[in-house]
């Protein structure tokens, strides 16, 4: 998933995009208003985050020319201007959300989260089994009986490529040009480490997974006689 961060401080810009990016989303960076329109026009992003006072087009008008033709995209004001009639104007330009700075990294997170899900809840989501979970990709979620796990864009991804490979090993380079990219290389650890947290959150018994099976030399697999 992309999400587009338009903030006019270089240092409020990068702190932004590396606590998204740690989440497993893709960040695009704009520094005034007019290259966010671009980059919104050129990259279709999935969210985006808007400073209210930029040059060139503030975020105010950003939102106005975003919401002219899409109605559903999810857009939050990150802003200084906490005052009631900002937060106002900003939610009846038809914002979803207004995150008053100085925020921590795990309220922007969730507040994040919270508006991918409302627009998943509007769309079809194409929801798999996996053992005797629901995978929910589009609202970044799992859920086993009445409990609802949170999971990153690149932990959604390892689950779906390993389901589309039930019951098969899946190779540690075909996770990571899958998972991270054919442009980054990172390192099979890197691979594992995730590997190590995912089964933390999915896991009954992380101990002794069964859901993520460890194919030693080669890398890892979903057993097919799970499938509900």
Not at 183 to 208: C, G, M, V, W
């Amino acid at each position: 998933m992309k999400i587009l961060i338009a903030e006019d401080d270089p240092l409020t810009l990068d702190a932004l995009a590396s606590c998204i990016e740690a989440e497993g989303f893709t960040t695009l960076q704009a520094q005034d208003g007019r290259q966010a329109i671009e980059l919104w026009r050129s990259e279709t992003p999935d969210l985006v985050c808007l400073d209210i006072m930029m040059p060139e087009i503030n975020g105010y008008d950003v939102c106005k020319r975003i919401r002219a033709t899409d109605s559903t995209l999810p857009i939050l004001f990150l802003s200084a201007k906490s005052e009631e009639a900002d937060v106002v104007s900003g939610l009846s330009l038809g914002a979803d959300d207004f995150i008053r700075k100085p925020f921590t990294r795990l309220e922007v997170i969730a507040r994040i989260r919270a508006a991918l899900r409302r627009i998943a809840k509007q769309s079809p989501d194409d929801v798999f089994t996996f053992g005797d979970l629901s995978i929910h990709p589009s609202a970044l979620l799992a859920r086993r009986d009445e409990t609802t796990i949170d999971l990153t864009p690149r932990e959604t991804s390892i689950l779906h490529l390993l389901h589309q490979h039930r019951g098969k090993p899946v190779s540690r380079d075909t996770l990571l040009d899958a998972c991270w990219g054919m442009d980054y290389f990172p390192s099979s650890r890197t691979l594992d480490q995730h590997i190590l947290l995912l089964r933390k959150k999915i896991e009954r018994n992380p101990a002794t997974p069964v859901l993520i099976q460890t194919v030693r030399a080669v890398g890892y697999r979903y057993p097919e006689s799970l499938e509900m």
